[in-house]
Nanobody
Framework: QVHLVESGGGSVQAGGSLRLSCVAS????????MAWFRQAPGKEREGVAV???????SYLDSVKGRFTISQDNAKSTLYLQMNSLKPEDTAMYYC?????????????????WGQGTQVTVSS
């Protein structure tokens, strides 16, 4: 089965940056769509950024221009570079994967999830 492990979260001040990483293992093949989601306490999980295997990388509107999703296939690692962080970005951030080749920022598109890494942004 697919195993995803996130890292890189922490506490930063508003305007700061963090780089999240997600290391994947257990794939039978590398043709997966990958994404970052986040969930704040008491709120629904929302898609932050996705790299579909087929299609166009997309972002949550509120993070466009600030966050960049990327992946290193050789290292089986997904990244999320987060700049100009805001308190509203505070959440648990989850890495997700799916065999669906044209996935979007929808929780239901994804079958495999990491345990999350906490991002806290103070003002």
């Amino acid at each position: 089965q697919v195993h995803l492990v996130e890292s890189g979260g922490g506490s930063v001040q508003a305007g700061g940056s963090l780089r999240l990483s997600c290391v994947a293992s257990g794939y039978t093949n590398s043709r997966n769509s990958m994404a970052w989601f986040r969930q704040a306490p008491g709120k629904e999980r929302e898609g932050v950024a996705v790299i579909p295997w087929v299609g166009t990388t997309s972002y949550l509107d509120s993070v466009k221009g600030r966050f960049t999703i990327s992946q290193d296939n050789a290292k089986s690692t997904l990244y999320l570079q987060m700049n100009s962080l805001k308190p509203e970005d505070t959440a648990m951030y989850y890495c997700a994967s799916t065999r669906r080749l044209s996935a979007g920022l929808r929780v239901g598109d994804f079958a495999f999830w990491g345990q999350g890494t906490q991002v806290t942004v103070s003002s």
